[in-house]
């Protein structure tokens, strides 16, 4: 984005106009975006994995829907000898937040699997022969997995096969807009910038000494005895020899309730999670309807395919090792 600046001779008053807007990711970066780069040592995930582990905090609805998959699996599942519930929670996480997930198969004396612990996603990845897996730092601090230790469970990328995307992705841009419009608040508020209008006074039958009166009543308009009304008589003057001018209307314009309101929506909406299992206040009298209901169909329809997911790893150590209690509904669901 650039400007074009005028200014006149006397260097008074400046103009200036911006070019058309130009979107953020051009061709080159969404080729990058979607393919794997491989360093020679082991392939880098399309999307980094730190990036993704921010966009957990930036928002309060994305990182609770997140976290309200992630209970309702931890709640149902049933602790193996080989798998507890603080890694399966760990594993679980993972997968909702990178899209990929690791579980290292730890050996014991005796060459067989002692226990099941989770890899962090952030820091594992996929080396090019069968098998092979790479828990990294940095470059110069770097761990080869035993090949063959390593499950890894991927959400489905249509570009590429070697590791998975998560699947809100497509609400990344208003979740950061969500965050961009509270932070731009917040900043409003610590600036303190709260000018509002401009007192505009061109009364000719004010003096100096009724000048300096109005200036010393909106001084004292301050602290403990703000928001008070301030009462002026001028006996004799114009209609606009007094007027209150605002600033912009920047308290009309502003769009932080429809930005928030909006953006929370997409993001619910990639989640597919009802707002009222998140806390979201309803802004209409009838409300989202029941909880209940709401709950049970979220559960059929999202955490039950979830569960099906994790159990992969059954079939990869071709035993049961993770299980999940059946489902009670709350709410009387329709005959099938």
Known sequence: MTDRETENPD?????????DAVTVMEKRDLLGYLATHWNGRWYEPPVAPKSLS????????????????????????IPHGQLS???FAKFALDFLVMGNAYLEDVPNAFGRTAHLR??????????????????????NEATEYERGRIFHLIEHDVAQEIYGRPEYLSAVQSLLLNENATLFRRRYYINGAHAGFVFYLSESTMDDEDVKSIREAMREARGQGNFRN???????????????IPI??????????????????????????????LGVIPQNNGGFGDVRTANDVFFYNEIIPLMMR???VNDW????????????????????
């Open 11 to 19: 260097g008074k008053i400046t103009a200036f106009a911006f070019d």
């Open 54 to 77: 921010q966009l957990l905090q930036a928002s309060a609805h994305h990182g609770s829907a997140i976290r309200a998959k992630r209970n309702l699996l931890v709640k149902h599942f």
């Open 85 to 87: 519930r603080d890694e």
């Open 118 to 139: 989770n890899s962090l996603a952030l820091n594992t990845r996929r080396g090019k022969e069968e098998g092979q897996y790479w828990f990294v730092k940095n470059w």
């Open 230 to 244: 301030l009462f002026i008589h001028a006996a004799g003057g114009k209609k606009d020899g007094v007027q209150i």
């Open 248 to 277: 912009s209307e920047v308290a009309a314009k502003d769009e932080f309730l429809n930005i928030k309101n909006v953006t929370r929506d997409d993001i619910l909406a990639a989640h597919r999670v009802p707002p009222q299992l």
């Open 310 to 312: 994790f159990t992969e």
């Open 317 to 336: 150590l071709h035993r049961e090792v993770i299980r999940f209690e059946d489902y009670q509904p709350t709410a009387p669901m329709p005959a099938s």
